[in-house]
């Protein structure tokens, strides 16, 4: 099996920043993508950010310039930037991994249980 471990949600001013983590653990043969979902009250889950095993990373139109995703792989590690947050960006965000465990080789996507992020004055 294969567990994720978010940390770093709260509560924010507009304008202001956070830092979201989220480690993967467990029998982890190799994680081919790591990602941030949001869904705020009364939507549906949308993509935030997602990066690959490689460099490539994707963002939301919503996000992109404020936002930034970046993994630490040898901790199995994904981290979620967020500068000049707005309203708007309030959601329970939630951690993705795309992985391959062991010792069976096979796909398995996982979620974590969702840090609540919430920008008000």
């Known amino acids: 099996q294969v567990q994720l471990v978010e940390s770093g949600g709260g509560l924010v001013q507009p304008g202001g920043s956070l830092r979201l983590s989220c480690a993967a653990s467990g029998s982890i043969f190799s994680i081919m993508a790591m990602g941030w979902y949001r869904q705020a009250p009364g939507k549906q889950r949308e993509l935030v950010a997602v990066?690959?095993?490689?460099?490539?990373?994707n963002y939301a139109d919503s996000v992109k310039g404020r936002f930034t995703i970046s993994r630490e792989n040898a901790k199995n590690t994904v981290y979620l930037q967020m500068n000049s947050l707005k309203p708007e960006d309030t959601a329970v965000y939630y951690c993705n991994a795309h992985t391959i465990v062991a010792p069976t080789n096979r796909y398995l996507e996982v979620w974590g249980q969702g840090t609540l992020v919430t920008v008000s004055s």
């Open positions: 990066a690959t095993s490689g460099v490539s990373t």
